[in-house]
């Protein structure tokens, strides 16, 4: 049996995942997207991370004795935002919605990211949501103002906090929260909002018999609903990025659990840490904003993009640079070349002990290079494919050329000795040497990119493998 640990944000320990229905399999919520534009890079991180333990618990869950995992990823196609697009464009929000919930998909694919076992749309979950508010609105855990209904959490506050590991107090005071003379507490949040002309609404919850307003649900209620729905009153892993920790996420467990009379809505809460992009955080005001298809028009493979994701792992910021996009694009030629028609073979034991250790996709990928530098192909292959690489869905993009894997192992031992040849001249002030290779290399065919960072060696289309190997070979007697 394969005993798979994972950091759970509610109690701030790595725990044993035990499913509470084994037999039905593990089942987890991710949180999606808000379709009203592209994905920017941010998003992509908890999709790549659910998706690495989906296949991971696909693998080991025959083995455990578990049914089938169960993964449920939604979209929020009602939003201010949307609302707001919509009446920009002078569009129909479900033109806008299926839309940006095709590009979407379409995004995630490219990067590797499997579809879902469930993919609810908020609006097909509407009588649900207001089934949840009317039962929080009958147990006097919420209350009408103003065409609204708001989450009482003064009737949660002993619980209430206990994710983000903050009071009541401290929440108010440094909070940012909607202000509104109707909250009878400044931290209460909307579950139904009356509608104006032109957004979409449903008939609403009722007080007294009598409809508080036509309208539509708060964001957090959404997720709620849906979550039920599909997994059940409690289930076993519920994440997101972080920045959904408070208010999202610690929202949703209150009036879950105030609604179905449970203490907790989910065993394991998974977070991943936030997106750098050189070293700062990623906004339009930097120019450093991007989204996926951004990076994906401008010729960066998506195979290239999960693999900057997956070396850093999740509970750390992951700082996203052209550097090491770079080298994974090598990296990735490279074991593509050594892998051209091989069959899969066996996974690597010490792929599945890292994954299984809190979903340690960096010393995953640690592993993968050992197998690589053994010549052990096979494993590669098959070891690779469990973390959503080199499988034949991504392939296509790499032209590795004329230069084969030995080639490319080549290039990665001359990179090394071209950047402590470098370091020595700026010590001697002799920078012949230098010269010198970087000259036998481009005549070689090989592209020569040095920086501060280091060295980089590309094959191109004039790339002689007999005239690199004389170089490898006169290299060696020299050391």
């Not at 298809?293 to 910021?317: A, C, M, N």
Request: hydrophobic share 40%; charged share 25%.
């Amino acid at each position: 049996m394969t005993e798979i640990r994972l950091r759970n944000s509610m109690t701030r320990r790595v725990e044993t995942l035990t499913p509470l229905k084994p037999e039905g399999g593990v089942r987890m919520y991710l949180c999606g997207p808000t379709v009203y534009d592209r994905a920017h890079l941010g998003n992509a991180r908890p999709s790549i991370l659910f998706d690495v333990l989906y296949r991971l618990l696909r693998y080991v869950s025959p083995e455990n004795g578990w049914g089938a995992p169960v993964y449920v990823r939604n979209f929020t196609d009602v939003d201010d935002k949307i609302n707001a697009r919509a009446a920009t464009e002078g569009r129909p929000i479900g033109e806008i919605t299926a839309e940006t919930t095709r590009w979407y998909l379409e995004d995630m694919a490219a990067l590797g990211v499997l579809e879902p076992d469930h993919m609810p749309r908020a609006t097909a979950y509407i009588p649900e949501m207001v089934a949840m508010i009317q039962t929080l609105l009958d147990e006097g855990h919420a209350y009408a103002a103003e065409g609204h209904v708001l989450f009482a959490v003064d009737s949660w506050r002993a619980h209430y906090g206990a994710l983000s590991g903050r009071s009541v107090d401290d929440m108010i005071a440094g909070a940012r929260v909607e202000v509104a003379p109707y909250k009878r507490n400044p931290m209460d949040f909307v579950l139904w909002k009356p509608s104006t002309d032109g957004e979409p609404a449903w008939p609403g919850p009722q007080v007294d018999g009598i409809e508080v307003s036509r309208g539509r649900p708060g964001w957090h209620i959404e997720c709620s609903a849906m979550a039920k729905a599909l997994l059940g009153e409690t289930f076993d892993i519920h994440g997101g990025g972080n920045d959904l920790m408070f208010p999202h996420h610690e929202n949703e467990i209150a009036q879950s659990c105030c609604a179905n009379h449970t203490e907790q809505m989910a065993q394991i809460w998974l977070h991943n840490e936030m997106l750098q992009v050189e070293g700062k955080k990623m906004s339009k005001s930097l120019g450093n904003f991007f989204t996926v298809r951004d990076l994906l028009d401008q010729g960066v493979p998506g195979e290239v993009i999960r693999f900057v994701f997956l070396s850093t792992h999740y509970s750390k910021p992951m700082d996203w640079t052209a550097r090491k996009a770079e080298e994974a694009e090598k990296t990735l030629r490279k074991w593509r070349a050594q892998t051209r028609g091989v069959t899969p073979g066996l996974l690597h034991p010490q792929i599945i002990d890292c994954l299984s250790d809190d979903l340690n996709t960096s010393g995953a990928i640690h592993e993968l290079h050992q197998l690589s530098a053994a010549g052990d192909v096979t494993t590669l292959l098959a070891s690779a494919r469990l973390l959503g690489l080199m499988t034949e869905k991504l392939a296509g993009w790499e032209d590795v050329g004329p230069a084969d894997g030995a080639d490319l192992s080549r290039l990665d031992d001359l990179e090394r000795n071209l950047f402590a040849m470098r370091a020595r001249a700026k010590e001697t002030k002799d920078f012949a040497p230098v010269d010198a290779m970087k000259s036998e290399l481009m005549a070689a065919g090989v592209e020569v990119q040095m920086s501060k960072d280091g060295v980089v060696l590309k094959p191109t289309k004039e790339f002689d493998s007999d005239a690199l190997l004389r170089i490898t070979r006169q290299r060696e007697k020299e050391v």
